[in-house]
């Protein structure tokens, strides 16, 4: 069975700042991991993925993730933070290899960067 | 330009009243799906679809139906729509279960 969880409902950080928006996981095999990005009326976008090779991913608009096997994580994070990141973030996951062709997505975390 | 084309952005419907939600991607791809985005809930699978005419049901497929005869468009279709399906709904397609999907941009539903 894979399972995924985003435990924070909102992430507060000044523009600037370091941010991480937290992502765990469970699986049966190997995790396959993704995070993808909701802008306000839009549809979800693809940041960044993880399946193997170097912990730390890098993607879009600046961010990374890093793949923690031991702690079962794939944290997201960005150097510093742009009040233009403000959006819905969600993890997903499979289990691999097959495993179901249905990713589980977490119940998403909003980002909110201050000026 | 690559897109994932959902058609209505909103619809305000009755119980009971049969509706169809359209998708159709320009990119080729084989695999596609639609899931619901609930408040607290995140997405949840309805129906994917691996290739035409190869359709299975996802986390949530109570209530819905899709079809797949061509490549391109994959519906969603409600026969008799009912207040717990008011949702946000969203098509994804890919190149396959375990590449990135690309995201319609939604149709928001209301069942009265």
């Known amino acids: 069975a894979q399972s995924v969880a985003q435990p924070e409902d909102q992430v507060n950080v000044a523009e600037g700042n370091p941010l991480t928006v937290k992502c765990t996981y469970s699986v049966s095999g190997n995790p396959y991991l993704f995070w993808y990005v909701q802008y306000p009326n839009r549809g979800l976008q693809f940041l960044l993925k993880?399946?193997?090779?170097?912990?730390l991913v890098k993607g879009s608009y600046g961010f990374e993730a890093e793949f923690n096997k031991s702690q079962t994580s794939f944290h997201l994070k960005k150097p510093s933070a742009l009040v233009s990141d403000s959006a819905l973030y969600f993890c997903?996951?499979?289990?691999?290899?097959?495993?179901?062709?249905?990713?589980?997505f977490g119940r998403g975390t909003s980002l909110i960067v201050h000026p | 330009e690559a897109q994932v084309t959902q058609n209505p952005r909103y619809l305000i419907t009755v119980t009971g009243k049969k509706l169809t939600v359209t998708c159709s991607q320009n990119?080729?791809?084989?695999?596609m799906s639609w899931y619901r985005q609930d408040p607290g809930l995140g997405l949840r699978q309805i129906y994917y679809?691996?290739?035409?005419?190869?359709?299975d049901k996802g986390d949530v497929p109570e209530g819905y139906k899709v079809s797949r005869k061509e490549k391109r468009n994959f519906p969603l279709i409600l026969e008799s729509p009912s207040p717990n399906q008011t949702s946000l709904y969203f098509c994804?397609?890919?190149?396959?279960?375990?590449?990135?999907?690309?995201f319609g941009n939604g149709t928001r539903l209301t069942v009265t």
């Open positions: 994804a397609s890919s190149t396959g279960p375990n590449s990135p999907l690309h």
């Open positions: 679809s691996m290739n035409v005419e190869v359709t």
């Open positions: 997903a996951v499979r289990d691999l290899p097959g495993g179901s062709y249905i990713p589980t």
């Open positions: 993880y399946i193997t090779g170097d912990n």
């Open positions: 990119m080729n791809h084989e695999y």
